[in-house]
Nanobody, 116 residues
């Protein structure tokens, strides 16, 4: 059974850090390219970051470059998104999305709130 389970603390103050995780099972996640996307209230999906299957290459949208860091531990079938210096524009529901050929698996989403 395919499962992608996200976890991470969801409420932080501006300027603080937060790490999201995605744990996968039921498929060979090490073959998959993974994206992080987010959806703010009332807005569409927005691509945030990606990481290749080996974890050797990452990409980020301009607004998070230098603040967000994606990584993965294929031995643990776990993906991470370290988010530092969070800003008021970062709150959203964050999703990890695994893609390989025609297969795509989504995490359930983690709501991130930035509030003082």
């Amino acid at each position: 059974q395919v499962q992608v389970v996200e976890s991470g603390r969801s409420l932080v103050q501006p300027g603080c850090s937060l790490r999201l995780s995605c744990a996968s099972s039921g498929f060979t996640s090490s073959n998959y390219w993974i994206d992080w996307v987010r959806q703010a209230p009332g807005k569409g999906l927005e691509w945030v970051s990606n990481i290749n299957s080996g974890g050797t290459s990452t990409g980020y949208r301009n607004s998070v470059k230098g603040r967000f860091t994606g990584s993965r531990d294929n031995a643990k079938n776990t993906l991470y998104l370290q988010m530092d210096r969070l800003k008021p524009e970062d709150p959203a529901v964050y999703y990890c999305v695994y893609s390989y050929d025609w297969e795509t698996y989504w995490g359930q989403g983690t709501k991130v709130t930035v509030s003082s």
